[in-house]
T-cell receptor, first 110, second 111 residues
Framework: EPEVTQTPSHQVTQMGQEVILRCVPI?????FYWYRQILGQKVEFLVS????????KSEIFDDQFSVERPDGSNFTLKIRSTKLEDSAMYFC????????FGSGTRLTVV | GEDVEQSLFLSVREGDSSVINCTYT??????LYWYKQEPGAGLQLLTY?????DMKQDQRLTVLLNKKDKHLSLRIADTQTGDSAIYFC???????????FGTGTRLTIIP
């Protein structure tokens, strides 16, 4: 069964550093998403991406965040200057006929 | 904005049925989902229902939708220890739109 692959599975970074989270979508999916889940809380929508541009973003997705599809396959989420409160599990999801989530990247900002 | 609410905890004896409830506010919700999250793991899609359906059954899982009351439930028959997890309901207006998740219900199985 096709999978959404996320790397790394766990990343520890110092406050103020830039991080890039990577996702390999299912090959025939056209819609891409990032969600995050702060420990013990609900899953929150960050951004959706279609046709090489952002289609919707939440208020969480401020200027510190960006997404791109640099090589036509990977889908990345960049956080420019991480804050302690960015510590969370970040999920990539893709949708074609149905939604599929990756297994997540646990980001810890220290 | 949209809001999806669930009770936080549910404890059920092994072998009994579990019923997890969810309410939502968005009247244009078309797709309603149930996801399972085991400790430290990702989100596993269990089942989904379209808003023009009242019920969907899939093996031990039964989803009931009361669109008038905006109430969704997931029934797990013959609950097993492997069913211990957090269960999230989620809604979307269209199949490829963003999902709005509920707070999650932690299901604990009592031996």
């Amino acid at each position: 069964e096709p999978e959404v692959t996320q790397t790394p599975s766990h990343q520890v970074t110092q406050m103020g550093q830039e991080v890039i989270l990577r996702c390999v979508p299912i090959s025939n999916h056209l819609y891409f998403y990032w969600y995050r889940q702060i420990l013990g809380q609900k899953v929150e929508f960050l951004v959706s991406f279609y046709n090489n541009e952002i289609s919707e973003k939440s208020e969480i997705f401020d200027d510190q965040f960006s997404v791109e599809r640099p090589d036509g396959s990977n889908f990345t989420l960049k956080i420019r200057s991480t804050k302690l409160e960015d510590s969370a599990m970040y999920f990539c999801a893709t949708a074609g006929y149905g939604y599929t989530f990756g297994s997540g990247t646990r980001l810890t900002v220290v | 904005g949209e809001d999806v609410e669930q009770s936080l905890f549910l404890s059920v004896r092994e072998g009994d049925s579990s019923v997890i409830n969810c309410t939502y506010t968005d009247s244009s919700s078309t797709y309603l989902y149930w996801y399972k999250q085991e400790p430290g793991a990702g989100l596993q899609l269990l089942t989904y229902i379209f808003s023009n359906m009242d019920m969907k059954q899939d093996q031990r899982l039964t989803v009931l939708l009361n669109k008038k009351d905006k109430h969704l439930s997931l029934r797990i028959a013959d609950t097993q220890t492997g069913d211990s997890a957090i269960y999230f309901c989620a809604e979307a207006d269209f199949g490829n739109e963003k999902l709005t998740f509920g707070t999650g219900t932690r299901l604990t199985i009592i031996p």
